[in-house]
């Protein structure tokens, strides 16, 4: 079943069951300083959760744009994580809870193909409950009659969903599926979430949650005015299982990505014979890096985000250059993007339509990037595998903060890639070296901008040049002497 599909039948059957069809909102969160971009579809429905505004319906269902950058380094390891996806949601804002969640998202799994679901098999499925649900647990037993060996009690880390950040947050009930023995060992989700595959959490969003760290520590403030449900249904994962292909990299809206870089750098995918991502050989990672970077930074931009040195500029930036640099590894070191753009391109546009109509100005900023990056890869690339081998040379493991600063400050090289492409050569860099020149540069920068507000400019250095040498006279003017007698 092709993605548009899946799209389709997820809307058709929430509309039908009462929910309303919101659109997507756009990638980058504008609303909430403390997100950069949307990591799920709650977010544009945080206000109705919370109670500070009246929702327009009681139930609604979208298909939301995300961007996960935490997720960055396990794309193409696992066979899951993309930095863009998109998330289809249903939702409920004080109507019904957790026994109408499970049953919808039992239905639409399982129902037949011909009935409008996705025909899973029910035997394949099971389900997760925080540890302490008995009522998710018993709905899911005794109501959905799922057996008791298939529903596993979890804890706070993976049931217990919130943003992150203060706001609505509550337990969680997963559904994961079984890919067989081919992808990994039995024993269920605890074991190996790669055999089974997490493709839909429904969260009971009843509590708010304050201050903390992370997924599992936390304060709870107290209970929302209602008790609200909100799911997630990772569209690519659903793809993958629907398609019958090891990964959402290889789905028909990202595959075709893949394919082109094969035909331009020559280079095969699926070397490894392991339908398991995580013993994946390094170029086929490349391969998934590639296509999914890409696809991303075609979102990002078509959403409004220009490459740049900071905040959401810089993620953008950050994927683009990742890209580009697998593309090298893989062999090819010609500007890739006017081949490859076009591609995500096609994949993305029956769904955004205004991909295609903003690709001008998408790909102008997008191949000006590819250009720039190529420039400062050249130079400061020369300069890294100089350090690296001199470092090696000398029997040292570190690449030295002085080093790494050079390349941020004369290349442009930024400390991640340096990490990156040091790590590749089996080095570690001195970050604590790095970050301290920084931290000095910066305060000599804010030293010259206060002297210079306050024209108190620090002149010593020229006093010590005139009592050392004397007045000198100044002959600029008079007499002409060219650049090249000078040098
Ligand atoms: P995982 O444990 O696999 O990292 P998660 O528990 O972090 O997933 P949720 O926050 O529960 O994910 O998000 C809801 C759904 O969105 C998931 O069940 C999954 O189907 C999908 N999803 C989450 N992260 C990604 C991602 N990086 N790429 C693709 N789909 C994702
Ligand atoms: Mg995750
Ligand atoms: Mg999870
Ligand atoms: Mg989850």
Not at 212 to 221: C, E, N, P, Q, R
Not at 246 to 250: L, Q, R
Not at 410 to 414: D, E, N, Q, S
């Given at each position: 079943m092709q993605t548009a599909e899946i799209q389709r039948r997820f809307l058709k059957y929430f509309e039908n069951n009462g929910h309303t069809v919101v659109p997507s909102a756009p990638?980058?969160?504008?609303?909430?300083?403390?997100?950069?971009?949307?990591?799920?579809?709650?977010v544009q429905f945080v206000p109705y959760f919370l109670g500070q505004a009246t929702p327009p319906y009681r139930r609604a269902t979208s298909i939301q744009k995300c961007i996960r950058t935490p997720d960055i380094d396990e794309v193409g390891k696992t066979s899951r994580h993309g930095t863009f996806f998109q998330m289809n949601g249903n939702f409920s804002f004080g109507d019904y809870f957790k026994e109408q969640a499970i049953k919808h998202a039992w239905a639409l799994s399982t129902n037949s193909v011909a009935d409008?679901?996705?025909?899973?098999?029910?035997?394949?499925i099971w389900a997760t409950v925080y540890h302490d649900d008995d009522e998710a647990y018993e709905i899911w037993n005794k109501?959905?009659?799922?057996?008791?060996?298939r529903i596993v009690h979890r804890g706070m880390a993976d049931n217990y969903w919130s943003m992150g950040i203060p706001g609505p947050c509550g337990p969680c009930s997963e559904l994961y599926y079984d890919r067989g023995p081919a992808y990994g060992p039995d024993g269920g989700p605890e074991v190996d979430e790669d055999r089974y595959l997490e493709y839909w959490n429904l969260v009971f969003m009843q509590y708010e949650r304050g201050e903390?760290?992370?997924?599992?520590?936390?304060?709870?403030?107290g209970e929302l005015p209602k008790k609200n449900i909100d799911t997630g249904m990772g569209m690519e994962r659903m793809a993958a299982l629907l398609q019958g292909v090891?990964?959402?990299?290889?789905i028909d809206q990202v595959r075709p990505l893949i394919d082109k870089t094969t035909e331009l750098t020559g280079k095969r995918y699926g070397?490894?014979?392991?339908?398991?991502?995580?013993?994946?050989h390094p170029d086929d990672v490349r391969f998934r890096v590639v296509a999914d970077h890409l696809r991303s930074s075609l979102m990002l931009i078509s959403d409004g985000i220009v490459p740049s040195n900071e905040g959401r500029g810089y993620v953008l930036r950050r994927l683009m250059r990742r890209a580009i640099r697998s593309v090298r590894l893989l062999g090819y070191d010609k500007a890739a993007l006017p081949d490859l753009l076009p591609v995500a391109r096609d994949c993305m546009q029956d769904a955004y339509p205004e991909v295609a109509a903003d690709f001008e100005r998408i790909s102008t900023y997008a191949y000006a990037e590819e250009d720039a990056f190529l420039r400062t890869l050249r130079t400061g690339t020369t300069i890294l595998d100089t350090a690296v081998s001199e470092t090696k040379r000398s029997g040292g493991a570190v690449l030295s903060g002085t080093k790494a600063f050079e390349l941020h400050d004369?290349?442009?090289?930024?400390i991640d890639l340096t990490l990156e492409m040091a790590e590749e050569q089996g080095l570690k860099v001195d970050e604590t070296g790095f970050r301290r020149l920084m931290t000095e540069q910066r305060q000599r920068a804010k030293a010259d901008a206060q002297s210079r507000k306050t024209g108190h400019v620090d002149l010593s250095v020229y006093h010590q040049v005139r009592d050392t040498n004397g007045l000198s006279t100044f002959t600029g003017y008079t007499e002409d002497r060219r650049e090249s007698d000078v040098l």
């Open positions: 990638l980058p969160a504008m609303d909430d300083p403390n997100l950069l971009f949307i990591p799920a579809g709650m409008g679901g996705f025909g899973l098999d029910g035997e394949k109501v959905i009659g799922l057996p008791a060996e903390g760290k992370g997924k599992d520590d936390f304060d709870i403030l090891d990964n959402m990299y290889e070397v490894s014979t392991s339908q398991t991502a995580s013993q994946s004369t290349y442009g090289f930024p």
